[in-house]
């Protein structure tokens, strides 16, 4: 894939996840067809090996992911198509979208986990909707430092 | 929703590690990254995924670091780990805990050890490292780093310092993601290069290490606008550090006490110690000797709660210097007192701006 025809491509995936509100992102309808969940976690196994061997292709794998995952619904490995193309928002200085779809990738790992992380997911709720909370947070953070 | 999966939960080691180093950590505390990453721990223990669970625990290690948590804290887990990771055999991140280690050390005992070889038996030292393998660029770039830090807290600056150490240059040449290490990295090269601009008396020079200071802190003001926790500080210490090299010392004075202000609410002790030692700096150069003395008596005291003895030690020995056996009077200065009013002034300042923008 040429270079400017990637940035396109990232572009418009871009238009999408604008246009989708986040109760929307988070509220994504499953797909439970089997071929698609292996073709999704054949997507995550490679993209992990190639984080560390071919770092320019992740741009395309990721973006290849999300298009997925945002055209046929979410799969046990769809977190990956939010971090990872989080991760490249970020790298392009989008840092804005590139948190929304860390959260986002966050709250689709829990949900799928049945919430084993859940006594974590709450008080991150409550920490980004509650400056005061964010304070105690952070002191208890370094109180346990300390 | 989909059912429980098995395979689902696997990947929540990774999906964590990425999301923080990658993503979050532009928005959320140095702080809770840290405990992020040993959530990413746990569970990769819990999984059975040891090489995630490793990576996650490197990284929530380091960005306590960075975080200001307490040197011999760091030292022990790092020793802790390095020794199961060493009977493991799982060696994938050695080069990070030698990198860690070799740089606590320093600044616990004091720059000699960075050339005393192994001070624990079973952890080698950076320079083994080094010799060993010096084509691998992360470990290039942490050693550069970390190389640039110790000379801010030891007040060690080579000529050719900064040209050694481009930070920035080689970050923007090897197209790197950006990483929370990194973004530190680039901050200790704009307060190294206003630092340089000080004492350098060719003013084409000292121009050029100045406006080399002010690309880096428009970097870190964009830092600033996702994360004011992590970064004001650093913004503040900076912009002091900018007024004061450009002869705006009005100006430098209250960025300087409102760095120190905002290191302490945001639970940075280090850059607390640091931001303390430049403003007594500063208050030196003025004249006021007795603030002066409360700072550096303040920044000595977070040095040691940090666990910076030797750096600590560093920073007394100048304080001797600069005062001589003279100073009865000043021991007399209460020095919580003292930052209390320094801090105050800061605070009065803030509500003031706050006033004017309603």
């Known amino acids: 894939m040429g270079e400017s025809t990637l940035m396109t491509d990232i572009d418009a995936m871009n238009k999408v996840l604008h246009d989708r509100s986040d109760d929307s992102l988070l509220n994504m309808q499953d797909n439970k067809d089997k071929k698609f969940v292996a073709l999704h976690q054949l997507y995550s196994d490679i993209i992990q090996v190639i984080y560390f061997i071919k770092p320019d292709l992740v741009c395309s794998l990721s973006l290849r992911m999300i298009e997925l995952t945002m055209a046929k619904g979410i799969t046990p490995t769809s977190p990956f198509s939010f971090v990872y193309f989080g991760s490249i928002l970020a790298a392009m200085g989008e840092v804005e979208k590139a948190c929304r779809l860390g959260e986002c990738s966050l709250y689709h790992d829990c949900i799928l986990q049945h919430c084993s992380l859940y006594t974590w997911l709450e008080p991150y709720h409550v920490y980004h909707s509650n400056p005061t909370y964010k304070m105690q947070h952070c002191r208890k953070t370094s109180t346990e430092i300390g | ?358």
Not at chain 2, 236 to 264: F, K, Q, R, V
Not at chain 2, 336 to 349: E, H, K, N, T, Y
């Open chain 2, 1 to 358: 929703m989909v059912d429980e999966n098995a395979s689902s939960s696997k990947y929540k080691p990774m999906v964590i590690l990425i999301c923080y180093n990658a993503i979050l950590f532009h928005s959320e505390p140095l702080q809770s990254t840290a405990e992020a990453h040993h959530i990413g721990y746990k569970a990769g223990q819990q999984l059975g995924d040891f090489l995630t669970s490793r990576w996650n625990l490197q990284l929530s290690i380091t960005m306590n670091y960075l975080a200001g948590q307490n040197l011999r804290a760091v030292q022990a887990t790092i020793k802790d780990d390095y020794v199961k990771m060493m009977k493991d055999e799982k060696s994938a991140f050695f080069f990070g805990y030698i990198l860690l280690h070799t740089q606590v050390i320093a600044l616990q005992q004091g720059l000699h050890t960075l050339h005393a070889g192994r001070v624990e038996k079973l952890i080698p030292s950076e320079a083994e490292l080094l010799a060993k393998d010096n084509s691998n660029l992360i470990v290039q770039i942490v050693s550069k780093i970390n190389k640039l830090e110790r000379s801010i807290l030891f007040q060690q600056f080579s000529s050719n310092l900064l040209d050694e150490l481009n930070i920035s240059g080689t970050i923007a040449e090897m197209k790197m993601q950006p990483r929370p290490l990194l973004y530190m990295g680039i901050f200790y090269e704009g307060l190294t290069c206003f630092l340089c601009s000080i004492g350098i008396t060719d003013p084409t020079k000292s121009k050029s290490l100045i406006e080399r200071g002010q690309s880096v802190l428009t970097r870190i003001r964009s830092l600033a606008e996702h994360s004011s926790w992590n970064w004001e500080n650093k913004v503040l210490l900076l912009e002091a550090m900018e007024m004061h090299t450009m002869g705006n010392l009005d100006a430098a004075g209250p960025l300087y006490t409102s760095s120190i202000g905002s290191a302490h609410e945001h639970k940075f002790i280090h850059e607390e110690a640091v931001a303390s030692e430049l403003a007594g700096e500063y208050m030196y150069e003025q004249g006021n000797h007795s603030d002066a003395y409360a700072l550096f008596m303040h920044s000595i005291k977070c040095f040691k709660e940090w666990g910076a003895d030797a750096v600590a030690k560093r920073v007394e020995m100048s304080v001797q210097t600069k005062f001589g056996a003279n100073v009865s009077h000043l021991r007399a200065v209460n020095v919580s007192d003292a930052m209390a009013r320094i801090l105050s002034f800061d605070q009065q300042q803030q509500q003031k701006k706050k006033r004017s923008l309603v």
